[in-house]
Structure formats: C-alpha cells, structure tokens
C-alpha cells in the first residue's frame, strides 16, 4: 500500500476514486493511474508525454529547473573532469564506478570487440556516397541483428551482455566507415593500442598513406563530447529505444529505432542544424533580425540548439561545451573563430531578450558542441552520428533496465479518437 494517495473527483456525482503516490529518491512524485481505466473507464490525455513518467529508471537524474545531470548519483562536471569514456559506460551501464581490475577487463572486451564483421562493410556499397550519415547508421546498425544471432537472445543474461558489448564496441567502427564511405577513403581498420576514443579519431581521420599520432586536446574534447552525450534519461530517442524494446524486438534492431528518432532537427539532429543556422545568420549584426523570425510563429523559424522540455535553466553540458570550445580553438589557434564568436554573441543577446526570457529558454547540448566538432575537422553531416555512438551506451543501458523491470510491459498507448463515427458503406457510383 502506497502511504500516499490523490483522489480524482467527478463533478457529476460519480463516486472519487484513489490512486497511489509513489517517490523516487530525487524528483517529482508520481500518481500510478495504471488502474484509471479499469476504475473509471477513463484515459489519460498527455501528448508529448508533458506529465507522464513511462517507466521507473535507476540511471540518470535531471533537475531541470536547477540544471542538475548525473549519471547514477555522479554530478556529470565530476565524470567529465576525471572519468575516460568506457569508465562512464561502465558506470553508466552496471551502476558502480569500476574499480582498476573491472575497468581494465571491460576496456580489454570493448577493445577485443570493435571489429565489423568483413561481409558488413560491403554494405557501405548499397549507399549512395552523398547519403545522409544517420541513414547509413540507420541500416547499417539495424543490419547488425543479420550477423550476430548468437546475442539477439533477450531473454538470456548473457547473451544481452554481449549485445551490449558488441554495440558500444562497434558503433565508433560504424561511424567511422560511415564517414571514410562519404569522402572515398579506404575503410581503417581498429587498433587496439589505441583508446576507444582515439581510436574514433583514427578510424575517422586516419589513412594506410601515412601514420597517424593521436592529440592529446582533441583526444580529451571528444572523450568529453562523448561522455556528456552518453546518455539522459527518457529523451525521445531513448523512449524509442524502450517502446522498440517492449515487443521483444532484438538489440541491433532498437538501437537502430534510436538512431532514426535521434535524427530528427527537435532532437539530436540539432547539433548539425545549429551549424546550418549560425552560417545563414552570417553575421553578429544579422542576429537581431534572425531573432524576430524566430518569434513569429508562423515563420517556423527556432532558435535551434535552444530550449529543453526538461531544462528550464542552462544544460549544464552545454556549460561543459562552451568551456570545451575554448579550449579546442585555443588549441588549434582558432580563438578568433567566426562561429564561435557568433554563437556567443547570439547567446548572448537570446539570453537578455524577453522572448527567451519568459520561456526559459536557454542553451541545450547541441548549441556549442557542432562547433567543437567543425574545430575537430568532422564535417557538419557527421554530426549527429556521433552522438548517436555516444548515445548506444545509454540505450543499451535503457533496454536492459526496462527488460529487467517486472512492471515493464509492451508500450501500447490509447487514443482520444477523433475520426469519423460509425456510418453505412458507400458504393462507388454513390460516392458524392
Ligand atoms: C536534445 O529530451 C532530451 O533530453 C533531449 C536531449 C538529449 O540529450 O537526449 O537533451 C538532446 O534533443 C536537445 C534539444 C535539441 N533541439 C533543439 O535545439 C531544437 C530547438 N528546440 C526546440 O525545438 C524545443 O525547445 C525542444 C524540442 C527542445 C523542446 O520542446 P518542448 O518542450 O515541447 O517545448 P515547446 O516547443 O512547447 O516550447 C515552449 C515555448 C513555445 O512557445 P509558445 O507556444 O509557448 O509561445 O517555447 C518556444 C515554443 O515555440 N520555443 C522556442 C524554441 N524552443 C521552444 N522558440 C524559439 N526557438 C526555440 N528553440
């Protein structure tokens, strides 16, 4: 028995009826109107789930209004400071921070698993050289459950275990072919003296023409880049992954659901889309007059890389970003970066204007990361791809907590339904 209640009253004599309160260990509280139906024959009505928690999570906490993130009770500042990716992954997937020994035997298994099967690269071929990075990911990544049914077990421990270890393992090969398909260079195999993150980098940016030498500023911004994308509660792609997951769909198969939803330009699609907007404002003295477009509703013009249905304060990765910036472009002897300075400058002036003001709208994830990535040398389309590889270790994670869950159960939403009511038939030669 839940120790608190809230009672729905009917303004029409109907008996009220109880529903239990449950709390988390941080957050909101939750009414469980499972029972709603069978008591009242009535539905919930929440589109864009504005107040619906779908599941209960141990993984990932989000104060939005303070602009609080940590992954398993670790504020996501400490993580990025000291943590290597893998080590966020472990955490992130097992619930403990590794100790020596366990991070060395995970890092061992990733590493021992970042080969492609050679039959999937020939996949890369059925793809026109100008596609859309996320749609190769897309197929290439659902293509993965035709090569690994060894894993696709859902049902066996052991067997989700190394689905897991084969996605977190794999997605950086994947995204790296992806790129070397666009540009026409050959496919670079994996190198196991290299760390999961500089690996990336070489895969991405190496050539059997020369050798490659990781850098140590970039090697951090992107192990960084990657840990504050790693994962963040119940998103929209993340939600996709579970509802996906909630038919007994195999691994390969969600994590591909979650690539598709994370493209889109409201999601993680947003990083690329923020690049194509600070280069059609194009100028610091444009940006007043970009600005009151986007007020106008009817222009369908966004702020893109701004705004959060969770955060109503700063995302304190963008923070992380902004500060990530510059330290790439000083790296680089880029401080004096056209689109650094103008994505400051439009911050800025978004920040003090009432529009933004009123609405709590403030920078999110996406808004400086594009910037880090163009320092980077990763071209604009790519975006999105990486943080999809950044994400699988969140999905995975996801998919594995809802399957473990005893309150999961297919995701099956109902409707208020709005079409026609029942009518008679109506013949071809009487059709009006
Ligand atoms: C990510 O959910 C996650 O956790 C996602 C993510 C993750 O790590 O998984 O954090 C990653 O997806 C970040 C978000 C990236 N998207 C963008 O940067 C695109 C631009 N942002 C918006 O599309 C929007 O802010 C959303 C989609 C992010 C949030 O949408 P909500 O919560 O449904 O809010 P809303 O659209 O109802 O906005 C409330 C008001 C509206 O105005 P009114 O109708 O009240 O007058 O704010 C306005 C909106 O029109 N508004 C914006 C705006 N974002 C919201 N106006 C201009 N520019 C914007 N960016």
Redesign the pocket.
């Known amino acids: 028995m839940a120790e608190k209640l809230a009672t729905l009253s009917f303004h029409d004599g109907k008996p009220s009826v109880d529903f239990p309160i449950y709390s988390g260990n941080e957050g909101p509280d939750v009414i469980d109107v499972r029972a709603l139906y069978g008591k009242t024959g009535l539905f919930t009505y929440d589109p864009?789930f504005m107040s619906t928690a779908s599941c209960r999570s141990s993984i990932t906490y989000i104060d939005g209004d303070v602009g609080i993130l940590q992954y398993r009770g670790y504020p996501i500042e400490n993580l990025v400071e000291t943590c290597s990716f893998l080590e966020v992954a472990y955490l992130i997937l097992f619930g403990e921070l590794p100790k020596k020994d366990q991070l060395d035997t995970f890092v061992d298994t990733i590493t021992h698993h970042t080969m492609v099967h050679e039959q999937l690269s020939r996949f890369y071929n059925g793809f026109r050289r100008d596609a859309h990075p996320m749609a190769v990911m897309c197929g290439v990544v659902g293509a993965l459950s035709a090569f690994y049914h060894d894993s696709i077990d859902i049902n066996d421990a052991r067997s989700r275990e190394i689905s897991a270890y084969r996605l977190i393992a794999k997605l950086p090969t994947i995204t790296a072919m992806t790129y070397k398909y666009t540009t026409g260079q050959p496919f670079m195999y994996p190198r196991n003296n290299l760390s999961y993150v500089e690996n990336f980098l070489y895969m991405t940016f190496g050539t059997p023409c020369e050798d490659w030498k990781p850098n140590p500023v970039l090697t951090r911004a992107m192990e960084r880049i990657l840990i504050l994308?790693a994962d963040?509660?119940q998103?929209?792609?993340t939600s996709t992954v579970r509802l996906a997951g909630s038919t007994g769909a195999n691994p390969f198969a969600c994590i591909s659901a979650g690539i598709a939803a994370l493209w889109g330009?409201?999601?993680?699609g947003?990083n690329e889309a923020v690049l194509k907007m600070l280069d059609y404002i194009g100028d610091v003295k444009n940006i007043p007059q970009f600005l009151e477009r986007?007020k106008v509703?009817e222009d369908h013009t966004?702020?893109?890389?701004?705004?959060?249905?969770?955060y109503k304060n700063y995302d304190p990765r963008a923070r992380i970003i902004q500060k990530t910036c510059h330290e790439v472009l000083e790296a680089l002897d880029l401080k004096d970066d056209k689109l650094f300075k103008l994505a400051m400058a439009l911050e800025k002036i978004a920040l003090e204007d009432d529009y933004f003001i009123k609405?709590k709208?403030y920078p999110?994830?996406?808004f400086y990361s594009g910037i880090v990535y163009k320092a980077l040398g990763i071209p604009v389309p790519m975006f999105t791809a990486i943080f999809a590889l950044a994400r699988t270790v969140g999905w995975i994670a996801q998919w594995n907590e809802m399957l473990g869950d005893a309150d999961a159960k297919i995701g099956r939403p109902r409707q208020l339904f709005t079409g026609a009511a029942r009518r008679d038939f109506v013949p071809m030669g009487q059709r009006k």
Not at 303 to 310: C, D, E, T
């Open positions: 864009g994308h963040h509660e998103n929209a792609s330009p409201a999601h993680g947003a986007v509703k966004m702020l893109m890389g701004f705004g959060h249905r969770v609405r709208l999110n994830v996406d």
